[in-house]
Every structure is written in C-alpha cells, then in structure tokens.
C-alpha cells in the first residue's frame, strides 16, 4: 500500500446534483422556454383577471405582457421625439427659405431693388454674387441692442 494521504472525493458522501435552472437563472434567462409565438395579439380580459394570446389561445405572464406593453410604449416615444425634432428642422430650415425667397421676389421686379434696413442703400444681385462678408449673430444682436439703447437715450 501507498503511504500518499487519502484525498476524499466528492462523489463518495453522495452524489451532487446540479439544477441546470439554477444555472440558467444565475445567467439571468428563464426557466421556462420561450414559445414559438411572438404573443402580438394579446387580449386582456378584466373579468377574469387574466391576460392571453388569442393566436396561440396560451395564457400569457403578467410580467411578459408587462414588457410588451413597454417596448411597445418606449418605441412609440422613441418615434414621437423622432417626429418632434424632425418637425423642429423644418421649421427652421423654412425659415430660412422664407427669407430667401422674399429676397428672389424684391430681386425679381424690373424696376425696384431692395434696400439695406440700416443703411438704406440698394442691395442688388451682382453685389452677392461674388459671396458676401458674414459676422456672427450674437455680435450682429448685441450690436443692434447697444444702438437701439443709445437711440432710446
């Protein structure tokens, strides 16, 4: 015989079973399987206190048709902010279109040209064609209000 101490082994005291469910939760999934139907036509039925899908005729989980009901109302915000800010560029991109266009109009006419609103000089087509100087709008509005505060004094 050996003179090597002896190693007890696990399965000696009895066999260890292991739950692959525990497994399958501590990985966060369910222990039940997931059925082939996608469960889109739930029916909800306050009478009875209870929630099934009228395809498959299963009943369905409160808390599946919980997250239904969530993804469902999250996308449906998701869109509507979507729509919201796409609406929001188009305002302002009209904006700028409204001006342009009230300019091609005053350029359009055969014997009047538009006049500068502070110096009342003629703004005609050749004068921006070859580009314009530009300045920031912040500097533009504070200036406009430091004149506008002078004149009121």
Not at 84 to 109: C, G, I, N, P, V
Not at 110 to 136: F, I, K, Q, R, Y
């Amino acid at each position: 015989m050996s003179d090597a101490p002896i190693e007890p082994q696990d399965w000696a005291f009895g066999v260890k079973v292991v739950q692959i469910e525990d497994i399958r939760v501590a990985r966060g999934l369910t222990r039940r399987p997931r059925s082939s139907c996608r469960h889109r036509k739930m029916v909800y039925d306050e009478k009875e206190r209870r929630v099934w899908c009228s395809d498959c005729e299963t009943e369905v989980e409160a808390f599946d048709a919980f997250t239904f009901l969530v993804e469902h109302y999250g996308a449906a915000v998701s869109r509507l902010n979507r729509r919201a800010e796409e609406l929001t560029q188009a305002e302002k991109f009209q904006l700028r279109s409204r001006a342009a266009k009230a300019m091609d109009d005053a350029w359009r006419s055969t014997t009047m040209t538009p006049l500068c609103p502070h110096c009342n000089n003629a703004l005609l087509p050749e004068d921006v064609v070859g580009g314009l100087a530009s300045m920031s709008k912040e500097i533009a509005r504070a200036e406009r209000k430091r004149k506008a505060s002078l004149k009121s004094k």
